[in-house]
């Protein structure tokens, strides 16, 4: 049962195109996720905080629920 509940309270992204030619700031926003490489993968807890900075680098990112 707990299993399922923190399930719940995740999520995962993944970033699924390079930094290349970003906006600075959108980086930024990208290294606050954890989030390295291409293809890296992070299972973050789910937030209005870090629902905002994958709303931001929403075209970097990809959400894997």
Known sequence: MAKTKTAGNTVRV???KGLRGVQPRHRLSVKALGLNK????????DSPSVRGLINQVNYLVRVEE
Not at 38 to 45: C, H, P, S
């Open 14 to 16: 993944r970033l699924v």
């Open 38 to 45: 291409t293809n890296d993968v992070r299972e973050l807890k």
